[in-house]
């Protein structure tokens, strides 16, 4: 199995440094910590979290906690169109980047 640091990467095709990423992935879980303590402490056996690129669901089952991924619709979309057609977001995504830089590089030496 392949394994890929989402946070490292991202801070790598971002101007966000990696510590800062790191925080927030540590507000996220405390915040996810909560809703699951704020829901499970009233009663509630299921809480739906929206991560942005999906939800999670988390559910209590006789002291168990089950947890299911939903990928949304644009993250089900792209990797539907990676995987069957091979188109690759973040290829196009670097391909027009790096595009753009080299004409604002041949604008100005113009």
């Not at 990696?18 to 909560?34: H, M, N, P, T």
């Amino acid at each position: 199995m392949t394994n890929y640091n989402l946070t490292k990467d991202l801070s790598s095709l971002s101007t966000v440094p990696y510590y800062s990423l790191q925080q927030l992935d540590k507000k996220r879980v405390a915040l996810i910590c909560d809703y699951l303590d704020e829901a499970f402490s009233s009663g509630e056996t299921e809480v739906k979290v929206d991560v942005g690129i999906g939800t999670v669901i988390f559910s209590m089952h006789d002291d168990e906690i089950l947890y299911k991924f939903i990928p949304s619709c644009e993250l089900e979309r792209n990797i539907i169109s990676t995987v069957v057609d091979g188109n690759n977001p973040l290829v196009g995504w670097l391909e027009k980047s790096v595009g753009a830089q080299v004409m604002n590089v041949y604008k100005d030496l113009m």
